[in-house]
């Protein structure tokens, strides 16, 4: 004989319309969100520090580059006395 279809769990919306005003899915989801918030604004500050970082060494790095340049003398200077 088949199975009864009473054996069978079926999904309800009213169940699922229940499960979402229950207070602890509530507040799961509130801090889900809010963890999510927390966190997504420490990577956008982590990111701003590593490119703003980045420029400054890029900076620096040309302005020695530079400097060297500029205290270079040139070749053909020393070997004419």
């Not at 054996?7 to 169940?15: E, F, G, H, K, L």
């Not at 229940?18 to 889900?32: C, I, K, M, N, W």
């Not at 969100?33 to 490119?51: M, Q």
């Not at 060494?57 to 003398?73: C, D, E, L, V, W």
């Amino acid at each position: 004989m088949l199975a009864a279809s009473s054996s069978v769990p079926t999904t309800n919306t009213t169940n699922q319309r229940t499960g979402e005003a229950d207070p602890f899915v509530q507040y799961a989801r509130s801090l889900h969100d809010y963890t999510l918030r927390l966190w997504t604004e420490s990577r956008r500050i982590a990111e701003e520090k590593a490119r703003l970082k980045s420029a400054a060494a890029a900076s620096t790095g040309n302005q020695r580059q530079a400097q060297a340049i500029s205290q270079k003398k040139p070749d053909n200077a020393s070997s004419k006395v």
